[in-house]
C-alpha cells in the first residue's frame, strides 16, 4: 500500500479516523498504520479532533436572541456598505478597482516627472563644481589613491604571512 501522506491523499486516513473508510479497506490500512509512524500520528491527531467534536455542547440560544438579530438586519448599513450595495445593484462595481488602479499610475507618474526634472539652479551648481576642478586636484588625489592601494597591499600580505 502508498503511504496515504506521502501521496497526499489523506481523505483516507480522515475517514478511517472517523469510521467511514470502506470495510474492504479498514484491514489494509490498519496494517500499514503499524509500520508508518507519520500516518499512526496523522490518525491519532484525528480522532482527537472528533473526540473533542463529539464532546462539544453547544451553549443554548437566549430568549432574545430572534429580537436582537432582527434589530441587527434593521439598523441601516454604513455610508461605504450602501456605497458599494449601490454600485452593484448598477453595474458599476467593476469599475471602482479600475479607478484605483488608474489613481495610483497616476500619482506614480507625476512623482516620477517630478523626481526627474531637477531645477535650473541645482543643475548650474552641479556644472559649475564640475568646472571648478583643477588638473592639479585630479593628479593628486590619484596619487593618494594608488598610495593607499599600495599600503592596502602592504598590510595585506602582512595579514597572510601571519596567518601562515
Not at 90 to 103: E, F, K, T
Amino acid at each position: 500500500m502508498k503511504c496515504p501522506i506521502d501521496s497526499r491523499e489523506t481523505e483516507v486516513l480522515v475517514a478511517y479516523s472517523s469510521g467511514l473508510l470502506e470495510p474492504e479497506k479498514a484491514p489494509v490500512l490498519s496494517a500499514h498504520l503499524e509500520s508508518c509512524p507519520a500516518c499512526r500520528e496523522f490518525v491519532h491527531a484525528q480522532k482527537a479532533v472528533w473526540d473533542a467534536l463529539d464532546g462539544f455542547q453547544a451553549p443554548p440560544v437566549s430568549a432574545d436572541f430572534n429580537r436582537r438579530l432582527y434589530q441587527q438586519i434593521d439598523q441601516p448599513a454604513s455610508w461605504i456598505a450602501r456605497l458599494m450595495r449601490s454600485l452593484q445593484e448598477s453595474g458599476l462595481r467593476q469599475l471602482v478597482p479600475i479607478a484605483a488602479s488608474a489613481g495610483v499610475v497616476l500619482m506614480a507618474g507625476l512623482l516620477l516627472q517630478h523626481n526627474v526634472t531637477a531645477p535650473q539652479a541645482q543643475r548650474q551648481v552641479a556644472v559649475d563644481s564640475i568646472q571648478a576642478i583643477q588638473p592639479e586636484e585630479v593628479e593628486n588625489a590619484l596619487n593618494e589613491m594608488e598610495a593607499l592601494s599600495q599600503l592596502s597591499r602592504h598590510v595585506d600580505a602582512g595579514n597572510a604571512d601571519s596567518k601562515m
